[in-house]
């Protein structure tokens, strides 16, 4: 088999596919979406494909990856490995409809019949997120993640620590102790302040603490971990096996969020989730992106043992009449029910992308890029 041709497309509300044609008639999709750069993710794609895969056998998964790697000089960073990230999820997408069996049989097989999906729930005020909690949990989720604080904060002041445990009391009131709740510090505030946060958040038993730092500042986990019991995570801004391999290895968390479209792809991390294994950390992949890449991340859920809970952006309880979903032929896809899904039993993938959507949307003019946010003092602040 060999390659012939790629598209890639740009469509809303932020998302990158990626088509790869066959000379058999086979065609593959990936995603590399990288939220805010997609111009360059999709001319960082286009690079490899015109000077390296074109003619040659999808067959050969790991030699392409070593070569999209270890064949450039300058390497790593978010643009190339989302690139990696949707070409290597589309060549798999082609070994399965090659084989004809989905992409989970062929990295092992099912180590779990589903997996949770969690859903993000917003509000400023303690009574908004409350109410969105309570709406998720009639949706059927169990898992739940809320921002700790809002946009503006530096969290400098006694008032900043007290809405945030406000908001987390009520919605851990709303939904009684047998729903999980993931509180995410986006790596907004400072190192000194997450301390506290930590530690004034702790008695309303969040399931982790995502991004307690950013990425920059790993050093300072265990003196957040001193100020909680709540389990740490983190790993949505981090791209390859060798950005995990040092918090792995001294378990500076206790939940790695990789995210198979900005990290290298299903091959990348497979392997990011069994070292995980190795060091007692579960895996809880990031996916706040389109479907593909979510069908890239339910393929991996089968077959990774340490997996916890699948992230998702996709109003995924409510398939029928949902746009973000009808870039799928079919957006029952994923199976919701009671709170999890499954990954899809057909070939590769397990998931028809509806191309003619996908090419009408492309015609759009695409180019989202997050707000940037000012503290009080016109000082930028973290998004
Ligand atoms: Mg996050």
Same mark, same amino acid.
């Given at each position: 088999?060999?390659?012939?041709?790629?598209?890639?497309?740009?469509?809303?509300?932020?998302?990158?596919?990626?088509?790869?044609?066959?000379?058999?008639?086979?065609?593959?999709?990936?995603?590399?979406?990288?939220?805010?750069?997609?111009?360059?993710?999709?001319?960082?794609?286009?690079?490899?494909?015109?000077?390296?895969?074109?003619?040659?056998?999808?067959?050969?998964?790991?030699?392409?990856?070593?070569?999209?790697?270890?064949?450039?000089?300058? &390497?790593?960073?978010?643009?190339?490995?989302?690139?990696?990230?949707?070409?290597?999820?589309?060549?798999?997408?082609?070994?399965?409809?090659?084989?004809?069996?989905?992409?989970?049989?062929?990295?092992?097989? &099912?180590?779990?019949?589903? %997996?949770?999906?969690?859903?993000?729930?917003?509000?400023?005020?303690?009574?908004?997120?409350?109410?969105?909690?309570?709406?998720?949990?009639?949706?059927?989720?169990?898992?739940?993640?809320?921002?700790?604080?809002?946009?503006?904060?530096?969290?400098?002041?006694?008032?900043?620590?007290?809405?945030?445990?406000?908001?987390?009391?009520?919605?851990?009131?709303?939904?009684?102790? &047998? %729903? +999980?709740?993931?509180?995410?510090?986006?790596?907004?505030?400072?190192?000194?302040?997450?301390?506290?946060?930590?530690?004034?958040?702790?008695?309303?038993?969040?399931?982790?603490?995502?991004?307690?730092?950013?990425?920059?500042?790993?050093?300072?986990?265990?003196?957040?971990?001193?100020?909680?019991?709540?389990?740490?995570?983190?790993?949505?801004?981090?791209?390859?096996?060798?950005?995990?391999?040092?918090? %792995?290895?001294?378990?500076?968390?206790?939940?790695?969020?990789?995210?198979?479209?900005?990290?290298?792809?299903?091959?990348?991390?497979?392997?990011?989730?069994?070292?995980?294994?190795?060091? +007692? %950390?579960?895996?809880?992949?990031?996916?706040?992106?389109?479907?593909?890449?979510?069908?890239?991340?339910?393929?991996?859920?089968?077959?990774?043992?340490?997996?916890?809970?699948?992230?998702?952006?996709?109003?995924?309880? +409510?398939?029928?009449?949902?746009?973000?979903?009808?870039?799928?032929?079919?957006?029952?896809?994923?199976?919701?029910?009671?709170?999890?899904?499954?990954?899809?039993?057909?070939?590769?993938?397990?998931?028809?992308?509806?191309?003619?959507?996908? &090419?009408?949307?492309?015609?759009?003019?695409?180019?989202?890029?997050?707000?940037?946010?000012?503290?009080?003092?016109?000082?930028?602040?973290?998004?």
């Amino acid at each position: 088999m060999e390659i012939t041709d790629y598209q890639v497309f740009s469509v809303p509300p932020r998302w990158v596919f990626l088509r790869l044609e066959t000379d058999t008639g086979l065609v593959g999709w990936g995603e590399a979406t990288l939220a805010g750069h997609s111009k360059a993710t999709v001319a960082a794609v286009e690079t490899v494909m015109d000077h390296y895969l074109l003619g040659k056998d999808p067959m050969e998964i790991e030699r392409h990856w070593q070569a999209m790697y270890r064949g450039q000089y300058f &390497r790593d960073g978010p643009i190339l490995m989302s690139a990696i990230g949707g070409i290597d999820t589309a060549l798999w997408d082609l070994k399965g409809k090659h084989f004809g069996a989905p992409v989970y049989e062929l990295l092992g097989g &099912r180590a779990r019949d589903h %997996i949770d999906v969690y859903q993000w729930i917003g509000g400023e005020s303690a009574s908004a997120v409350s109410d969105a909690a309570a709406d998720a949990v009639e949706n059927g989720y169990d898992v739940l993640k809320m921002e700790a604080v809002a946009h503006t904060e530096r969290l400098d002041s006694p008032e900043t620590i007290e809405r945030a445990r406000e908001r987390v009391a009520a919605v851990r009131e709303e939904v009684g102790e &047998r %729903i +999980d709740l993931v509180v995410d510090f986006s790596g907004r505030v400072t190192t000194g302040a997450a301390k506290r946060l930590a530690a004034a958040l702790d008695e309303y038993d969040p399931m982790f603490y995502e991004e307690p730092v950013r990425p920059a500042h790993f050093e300072a986990l265990p003196k957040i971990e001193a100020h909680a019991t709540t389990p740490l995570g983190t790993g949505e801004r981090l791209y390859s096996r060798w950005a995990f391999q040092d918090i %792995i290895e001294d378990r500076l968390v206790d939940v790695i969020q990789p995210d198979p479209s900005s990290a290298g792809g299903i091959s990348e991390v497979k392997k990011i989730a069994n070292a995980a294994e190795t060091a +007692d %950390i579960s895996v809880s992949l990031h996916s706040p992106f389109g479907p593909i890449a979510f069908a890239a991340c339910l393929q991996l859920d089968m077959v990774v043992p340490n997996a916890l809970a699948q992230g998702q952006d996709l109003e995924i309880h +409510d398939p029928e009449d949902n746009d973000l979903l009808r870039y799928l032929r079919d957006p029952t896809a994923f199976g919701f029910e009671d709170g999890h899904v499954r990954a899809p039993d057909g070939p590769g993938l397990g998931i028809t992308v509806n191309e003619e959507y996908v &090419r009408q949307q492309a015609q759009l003019d695409v180019d989202w890029q997050n707000p940037i946010w000012y503290h009080d003092d016109g000082s930028i602040a973290e998004w």
